[in-house]
């Protein structure tokens, strides 16, 4: 048998995408109720799309590019998102519990790879919810001053403090959290990561209500809870890798799943609305298309960067910049283009509250994740090499 002797490296790519359009045809009528988005509390949205989650997971195409030792088929990681975008060119709404195990589960295989061998297989076909416990009352852009403490104890550590803002943390039943075990004057040198049970003893969650109404994110209270050794995530005083891990996902992998989500939701608008849009819906269309197609392009490179294992270092806030602006500049499209449906009309106008809280969520793209500001320091700083401004 002769061998390639240039094989095509997007080749398996493709054949996984082909795959999985034809799988998504045969299968439209199981799948027809992931395909609308409706304006909902985020309990109710996660528990619609678990059994999507479930059913990707069963038919193996969750399990594509995830490693055989959590559950997966192995291959590139390219292969996730592959299946991610192509979910989201079908019309199907990519489910948002997945993206944040898509932000967490690469840390956890990194730096506690038992944690993650029980833990992922859970978490990517949607039986367990995850949330991330890094951001406090006064420590969010300046993690290093974080005072939630970890005290060594017996056989784990006893965890005292409160974390806020988290995502997902009123339905989640797991926490990365992020605590001081070294010195309060240690900043970032002395956090340590741990893996949270959100129903032990001493721990306290409370949704947060956003200007929006709804419930995305939660407190979490922590009073003396106990943490067994075996529920670190990486070593003691290793907590800052971690998160810097973590954060090439969150900031870098997740804006290519919500490019593509995004995209769709630009090109469904159109569709469904074309003739209720005013006559300047060329140009606000053109660059709601064109401040995604910038982030496409980017945040293709970055995950054949973090696929291929490369440390991005700071060059992952250029994503997340691209992608506070595509999303603000698409909605705010979106607005323009239905107004003044958008504005006016009341609660029982299914689209109008729909686009109202894609709008309203756009406004947080700046703010969770790191604040917009912040990125563009360390562009300037770490980048550029321009001047510290302060
Ligand atoms: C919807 C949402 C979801 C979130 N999800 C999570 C989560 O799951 N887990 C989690 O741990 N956290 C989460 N966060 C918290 C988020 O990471 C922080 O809100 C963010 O990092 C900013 O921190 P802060 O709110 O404390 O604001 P601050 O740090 O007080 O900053 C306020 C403002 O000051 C300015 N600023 C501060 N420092 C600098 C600087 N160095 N350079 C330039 N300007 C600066 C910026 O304008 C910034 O917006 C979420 C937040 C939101 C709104």
């Known amino acids: 048998m002769t061998t390639d002797p240039f094989p095509d490296p997007v080749a398996p790519l493709r054949q996984t995408a082909e795959q999985f359009r034809g799988w998504l045809e045969r299968n439209h009528e199981a799948l027809e109720p992931f395909r609308h988005e409706v304006a909902e509390e985020l309990h109710l949205s996660s528990a619609r799309f678990r059994p999507l989650q479930k059913l990707l997971w069963d038919h193996g195409w969750h399990r594509l590019g995830w490693p055989v030792d959590v559950g997966g088929l192995g291959g590139s990681p390219l292969h996730r998102y592959v299946v991610a975008e192509e979910l989201a060119a079908a019309g199907y709404v990519n489910p948002a519990i997945h993206g944040s195990v898509e932000i967490i589960a690469p840390m956890l295989i990194r730096f506690a790879p038992d944690l993650a061998a029980r833990h992922v297989p859970k978490g990517v076909s949607g039986d367990e919810v995850w949330?991330?416990?890094?951001?406090?009352?006064?420590?969010?852009?300046?993690?290093?001053?974080?005072?939630?403490?970890?005290?060594?104890?017996?056989?784990?550590?006893?965890?005292?403090?409160?974390?806020?803002w988290s995502s997902n943390?009123?339905?989640?039943s797991w926490c990365c959290l992020l605590a001081r075990t070294g010195d309060p004057d240690e900043g970032y040198r002395g956090l340590t990561m741990f893996w949270v049970?959100?129903?032990?003893?001493?721990?306290?969650?409370?949704?947060?209500?956003?200007?929006?109404?709804a419930s995305d994110t939660s407190e979490i209270f922590l009073e003396d809870v106990h943490v067994p050794a075996d529920h670190l995530i990486g070593g003691v005083g290793e907590g800052w890798a971690a998160v810097m891990y973590l954060m090439?996902?969150?900031?870098?992998?997740?804006?290519?799943?919500?490019?593509?989500?995004?995209?769709?939701?630009l090109t469904e608008l159109i569709v469904d609305h074309v003739d209720e849009f005013p006559a300047t819906a060329d140009?606000?269309?053109?660059?709601?298309?064109?401040s995604l197609l910038g982030l496409r392009s980017r945040c293709r490179?970055?995950?054949?960067?973090?696929?291929?294992?490369?440390?991005?270092?700071?060059?992952?806030s250029i994503d997340k910049i691209l992608l506070s602006k595509a999303e603000q500049t698409m909605t705010e499209a979106a607005r323009r283009l239905l107004s003044p449906r958008l504005e006016l009309a009341g609660t029982d106008d299914a689209v109008a509250e729909l686009w109202r809280s894609r709008w309203s969520f756009s406004r947080i793209t700046t703010i969770y994740g790191g604040a917009g500001e912040v990125q563009r320091d360390l562009v300037a700083e770490r980048l550029l090499g321009l001047p510290r401004g302060r």
């Open 283 to 290: 140009e606000l269309v053109g660059d709601a298309y064109l």
């Open 131 to 164: 949330c991330q416990g890094f951001s406090e009352p006064d420590a969010g852009s300046d993690l290093g001053s974080l005072r939630t403490r970890a005290i060594a104890d017996g056989d784990g550590f006893r965890v005292s403090g409160q974390k806020m």
């Open 301 to 316: 490179d970055t995950i054949g960067a973090l696929a291929a294992g490369t440390n991005l270092g700071p060059a992952f």
């Open 248 to 265: 090439q996902f969150e900031r870098g992998a997740y804006a290519w799943g919500r490019q593509a989500d995004l995209t769709t939701q």
């Open 169 to 172: 943390g009123h339905i989640a």
């Open 197 to 213: 049970d959100l129903s032990a003893a001493g721990v306290r969650v409370v949704p947060t209500k956003l200007e929006s109404g």
